[in-house]
C-alpha cells in the first residue's frame, strides 16, 4: 500500500502531461474517476442521489444528472492543469542566421520514467497553420540542414514523452506532450550573404557606431553621414548590383555597431559585409570566423605627444618611448585595436611606462589634451588618427612614425616582432614602418562575394587613363576635402582614431 501511495505523485504528472496534450481524454478519465470516487463516498454515508426518491423518479435520470456533474468537475481540473502545467521550452536563437541555424532551449522538466524528446517545428506564419516537423531530438539544440529552404520562418519546440524507445524519425512511437509550445521565434536564415542578396535585394553593410572617424566617417552639416568608407561602401553595393542584379538596382542598407562588436556581425548573419577602417590581421580571420577583401588603404602606426609635450623634440619613437618610461609617463590607445596590441608588447619591456587603454575611440584625443592634469603624454594609434589631430590644430603637428626597427631596439623579442609581421600580413625581414592594411571583412566562406569585391577594388584602384587618379584615389580626397572643411567651421570637431 505504501509503495503505492509513493507513486502518486508520478501519476498525477502523468496526468498533467495528458491534460495538455490530449484534453478530451483526460476529461474523460477524470469524469470516470470522479464518478468512482463520488459511488464509493455516497455508498458509504448513505445519501446518494438517487436514493432522494422525493427528488429524483427513476435511477436513469439519477445517473444521468451524475455523469453531468463529473464530467463538470473533470472538465474544470483538466482545464487547470492545462494552462498550470509544466514549464515551456524557452527557445533562443539569433534573428538572422547565414549558412548555419542553431536552436537552443532551455526545459526544466520533472522526473518520469518515460524517454523526453524535444519536437522542433517550423512555418511560414506565426499561426503555424502550415506546419512543417523539422526534428524529433533527445539534445537541447537544433542545426537545420543547408538543403532548407530560404526566407524568414517561425520556429517553435515543446518536449514530449515516450514510453518506448527514442525513434528520431517521430510519428511511428507512441507520444504524450510533457509541455506547451515554446514562444514562437522568427528567424531569417539563408545559406550564403551572397542568397540573401538575391533573395532581398538588399546589401547590409555594417560601419562603427562612431560619426568621428576622421576623414573615413563623419556627419555632414547637413546631418548626413559621409566619408571615404561611406563612399567606398556606397560605390561596392552600386557595382554589386550590376554583376548580380542588372535589371534592378540594390539597395544600401547601412548599419553600425559598436565597434567592440562590430566584426561579430558577418558570422553572426547580421552583415553581409563590413567596411570600417579595420585592419586586416590573422588572428582577427580566426577569432571572428571572416575573411578579409584586398586592402584598400595602408596605415601606419604613429606615435603622438600631448599638447604641453610638443616643445620635446625626439629622435623617433624608440627614444620617446623610452623617456615615457623613465619619467613614468601615461602612454595610452584605443582598446581592442592593432595599435593596442602593439602597446602591450611594447610594455612587456618597458614594464616602468604606464600604459592605459581607453573603450571609446573619442576620447584619445581628450586624454592627450589633458596630459599634464593626469591625462597621456603619449599616444599610439593608426595614422588617420594622428592626421587628424594635426588638422584640428588640438595636438602636435609633429608625430613619430613607429617602425619593425624601433621595436627591436626597445628590446622586443625578434620572435614577437616576426609573429606580428605574420599577424599583419607584412613580409619577414621588414625594418621600416609599421604597415597595416586596412580591408573590407566578409563571413568566412563567402568565395563569390570576396572575390567579387576584390575585382571591384581592383578596378576602382586603375586609373581611367594615364592621366588621371583612380575612382579610389578620388573619393580619398574628396573625402578630405569635405571634412577638411567641416573641421575648419567648427572647433569641437573630435576625430577619432582608426582600427
Same mark, same amino acid.
Given at each position: ?7 502518486? *505523485?508520478?501519476? #498525477? ?10 484534453? !478530451? =481524454? ?20 448513505? =445519501? ?13 435520470? $439519477?445517473?444521468?444528472? %451524475? ?5 463538470? !468537475?473533470?472538465?474544470? !481540473? ?24 542553431? &536552436? ?12 523526453? &524528446? ?5 512555418? *511560414? ?29 517561425? #520556429? ?40 540573401? =542578396? ?14 568621428? /572617424? ?8 547637413? $546631418?548626413? @553621414? ?26 544600401? /542598407? ?53 599638447? /604641453? ?10 627614444? %620617446? ?6 619619467? $613614468? ?42 596630459? %599634464? ?8 594609434? /593608426? ?33 614577437? @616582432?616576426?609573429? =606580428? ?26 568565395? #563569390? ?7 571591384? &577594388? ?24 569635405? #571634412? ?16
Amino acid at each position: 500500500m505504501w509503495s503505492e501511495l509513493k507513486d502518486l *505523485p508520478e501519476y #498525477w504528472s502523468f496526468f498533467q502531461r495528458l491534460a495538455s496534450s490530449q484534453p !478530451v =481524454i483526460a476529461i474523460g478519465l477524470g469524469a470516470v474517476l470522479v464518478g468512482l470516487l463520488w459511488f464509493l463516498a455516497v455508498r458509504q454515508s448513505r =445519501i446518494f442521489l438517487i436514493e432522494q426518491r422525493s427528488q429524483i423518479k427513476s435511477h436513469a435520470l $439519477g445517473f444521468f444528472v %451524475a455523469g453531468i456533474v463529473c464530467l463538470a !468537475v473533470s472538465a474544470f !481540473v483538466v482545464t487547470l492543469l492545462k494552462y498550470d502545467g509544466a514549464p515551456r521550452p524557452r527557445l533562443s536563437a539569433q534573428p538572422h542566421a547565414i549558412g548555419r541555424l542553431n &536552436l537552443k532551449w532551455e526545459f526544466d522538466h520533472p522526473q518520469t520514467r518515460g524517454h523526453v &524528446l524535444f519536437e522542433v517545428q517550423s512555418a *511560414p506564419d506565426k499561426r503555424f497553420l502550415d506546419v512543417a516537423q523539422e526534428a524529433l531530438t533527445p539534445f537541447r539544440t537544433f542545426n537545420l540542414p543547408s538543403s532548407k529552404s530560404h526566407g524568414a520562418r517561425y #520556429w517553435r519546440v515543446r518536449a514530449v514523452e515516450t514510453w518506448f524507445e527514442p525513434d528520431m524519425r517521430g510519428g511511428s512511437k507512441p507520444m504524450s506532450s510533457m509541455s506547451e509550445w515554446s514562444a514562437p521565434a522568427r528567424i531569417e536564415f539563408y545559406n550564403t550573404a551572397l542568397d540573401r =542578396i538575391r533573395n532581398t535585394g538588399v546589401v547590409r553593410v555594417y560601419f562603427s557606431d562612431t560619426l568621428d /572617424d576622421g576623414w573615413f566617417l563623419y556627419s555632414t552639416e547637413e $546631418g548626413k @553621414v559621409s566619408g571615404f568608407d561611406y563612399r567606398l561602401a556606397e560605390k561596392l553595393v552600386q557595382e554589386l548590383g550590376k554583376r548580380l542584379w542588372p535589371e534592378k538596382q540594390l539597395r544600401f /542598407d547601412a548599419r553600425s555597431a559598436p565597434w567592440t562588436r562590430l566584426l561579430e556581425q558577418p558570422a553572426s548573419g547580421n552583415a553581409d559585409m563590413v567596411v570600417s577602417m579595420i585592419s586586416a590581421t590573422r588572428e582577427r580571420e580566426s577569432r571572428y570566423n571572416i575573411d578579409f577583401t584586398n586592402k584598400y588603404y595602408a596605415s601606419t602606426q604613429t606615435l603622438l605627444a600631448s599638447m /604641453d609635450n610638443c616643445t620635446v623634440r625626439y629622435g623617433s619613437a624608440e627614444h %620617446a618611448l623610452r623617456a615615457a618610461a623613465r619619467s $613614468g609617463f601615461t602612454v595610452g590607445t584605443h582598446a581592442e585595436t592593432t595599435s593596442a596590441a602593439l602597446l602591450r608588447l611594447i610594455a612587456g619591456v618597458l614594464p616602468a611606462m604606464r600604459v592605459e587603454e581607453v573603450q571609446d575611440s573619442s576620447l584619445v584625443e581628450q586624454r592627450l589634451l589633458n596630459g %599634464a592634469a593626469g591625462g597621456w603624454r603619449f599616444a599610439i594609434a /593608426d595614422s588617420p588618427l594622428a592626421e587628424a589631430i594635426a588638422l584640428t590644430g588640438k595636438g602636435c603637428a609633429t608625430r613619430l612614425t613607429v617602425t619593425w626597427n624601433d621595436l627591436i631596439r626597445l628590446g622586443v623579442p625578434k620572435a614577437s @616582432v616576426r609573429a =606580428i609581421q605574420e599577424n599583419f600580413y607584412t613580409p619577414g625581414g621588414n625594418t621600416g614602418a609599421i604597415t597595416e592594411q586596412y580591408a573590407i571583412a566578409v563571413r568566412s566562406g563567402e568565395h #563569390w562575394l570576396r572575390s567579387t569585391l576584390n575585382e571591384i &577594388l581592383r578596378e576602382l584602384d586603375t586609373p581611367a587613363a594615364p592621366t588621371k587618379v583612380s575612382p579610389l584615389a578620388l573619393f580619398q580626397e574628396e573625402s578630405r576635402r569635405v #571634412w577638411d572643411r567641416l573641421v575648419k567651421r567648427s572647433e569641437h570637431a573630435v576625430p577619432t582614431d582608426g582600427r
